[in-house]
């Protein structure tokens, strides 16, 4: 591999490119000032000295910002990509050059790659994993119990050379881990209940500081500006569908709204659908709304959310993009099967020709839009989100003895202080309850 280097074993596009991921790194990093300030106290405290971290995530401009606050904490960081057309081959190379960070991700990776620098971040021994979809404790959890089959090719051949000793020494080295992402929780839960959690798992996306910013104004402006990068539509009067009123969904559909679309949302969810309904959306199954469309987005980390019968009713000219975590929203397969002929047609932009000549246009192959054709969230609410990865690295650190094999939420009080450091950073003041006020509201016969 290791298409390198000077001393720091990577795998990246190319490392003359630093230069200019180096500023890119530095301008996001303008607008984190929470993470700027717990990168300040890492470096005096060193908290995470003696951590070893595999990171398997979407390697950014804020990622990167990220990645050099665990190194300041004293943090030994790996950092490898949790999707193959999320990396910003500049910001890699930059991490690699400037800061003797192992970065293993390149832009548009194949599928072996993809897996082959997931295997490097499981080699580097991590002591905390943290993932944006679970990839890298699924692949130990797959090692742990004795599913070489289910591995990916290059980790299962990893996997056969290493002895006994030491695939138990990777595996009790291991003392928690963190997850950035709804699907990433929604497995590491799954794995909970099933009672194969190998260690405790903060979930990072749960903290009110990440979900309720990073994934509704996060994702919500991003997917619209992957859309409109890659295909330079005029949303204004355009028909948008939008698979999923959770908090990603209700993002995407009120920034395309506030653009002068006209937004329809579909639910299996009857709350959610209902909110949607009352803030103004039309909601209806996607059977009906397939009909209606002229593009279509789905947000809701569910499998083969828009398939065969759906292209089918679809209009001449659809353009269907997904911005959930996996690329298993819209059955692509189904799609090709259908169609007779195949071609890129502008970055990004993938033309499908069906039988009779109507014409399909598919975005970041099925990929996040946001983060393929865009850039991801924008720095200042990365900050919240990874504010909370540092913090929680670092009670991790400092707790994993204490906690059990579950999934945690993220300690209150670190979400509400970054909260407050947030609205500090902003300049935003807001009143304290006075004594009296406070009395009150824990009272049930005061002031009656
Ligand atoms: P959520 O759980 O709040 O919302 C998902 C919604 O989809 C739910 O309301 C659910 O009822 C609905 N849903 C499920 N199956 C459906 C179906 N077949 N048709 C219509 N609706 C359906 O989850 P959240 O936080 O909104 O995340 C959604 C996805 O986006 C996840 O995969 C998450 O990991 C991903 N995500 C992507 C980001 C990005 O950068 N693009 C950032 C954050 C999350």
């Not at 609410?381 to 059990?404: C, H, I, P, T, Y």
Request: charged share 25%; glycine share 8%; hydrophobic share 40%.
């Amino acid at each position: 591999m290791a298409r390198k280097t000077v001393e720091t074993p990577c795998d990246v596009r190319d490392l003359d490119l630093a230069r200019a991921g180096k500023s890119r790194i530095e301008w996001a990093g303008r607008t984190m000032p929470v993470l700027r300030k717990i990168a300040a106290r890492f470096r005096k405290e060193k908290p995470l000295a003696g951590t070893r971290i595999a990171a398997c995530l979407h390697v950014t401009t804020e990622t990167a910002n990220l990645a050099l606050t665990l190194q300041a904490g004293g943090a030994d960081v790996v950092l490898t990509a949790s999707n193959p057309l999320s990396t910003q081959d500049e910001v890699a190379a930059s991490l690699v050059s400037h800061h003797g960070i192992s970065v293993y991700a390149i832009k548009g990776e194949d599928h072996h790659t993809y897996y082959e620098h997931l295997r490097a971040g499981m080699a580097h021994g991590p002591s905390i994993t943290m993932d944006d979809g679970a990839d890298l404790v699924s692949a130990f959890q797959f090692l742990a119990t004795n599913r070489i089959k289910d591995l990916a090719a290059p980790i299962r051949e990893w996997v056969k050379t290493l002895s006994d000793a030491e695939r138990g020494k990777l595996l009790s080295g291991i003392i928690g881990g963190t997850e950035e992402t709804t699907t990433g929780v929604i497995r590491l839960k799954a794995m909970e209940r099933d009672g194969v959690l190998r260690f405790p798992i903060i979930a990072v996306n749960d903290a009110d500081t990440k979900h309720l910013f990073d994934n509704r104004y996060g994702t919500g402006q991003s997917t619209i500006d992957g859309v409109l990068r890659a295909t330079n539509l005029l949303l204004a009067g355009c028909q948008v569908v939008v698979c999923g009123y959770g908090w990603c969904g209700r993002g995407v559909a009120g920034k395309a709204k506030g653009m002068g679309a006209n937004v329809i949302v579909t639910e299996v969810d009857p709350l959610r659908a209902l909110e949607a309904r009352m803030d103004g959306f039309a909601v209806m199954p996607i059977r009906d709304a397939a009909k209606a469309g002229d593009l279509f987005i789905t947000v809701t980390g569910d499998i083969h959310v828009i398939g065969r019968e759906e292209f089918r009713a679809m209009k001449d000219g659809a353009i269907v993009c997904n911005s959930g975590h996996f690329n298993v929203e819209l059955d692509l397969n189904a799609l090709e099967k259908m169609s007779v002929k195949r071609r890129a047609i502008r970055p990004f932009v993938e033309e499908f020709t069906l039988k009779g000549g109507k014409k399909i246009f598919v975005l970041g192959e099925g990929r996040l839009v946001n983060l393929a054709s865009a850039e991801g969230h924008p720095a200042s609410v990365m900050d919240m989100s990874f504010a909370n990865q540092a913090l929680s690295a670092e009670f991790m650190k400092n707790n994993a003895k204490k906690l059990e094999k579950k999934v945690y939420r993220v300690p209150l009080d670190i979400d509400r202080e970054i909260a407050r450091l947030k609205l500090e950073s902003m300049g935003v003041k807001i009143d304290k309850l006075t004594r009296e006020q406070e009395k009150y509201l824990r009272s049930w016969d005061m002031g009656t």
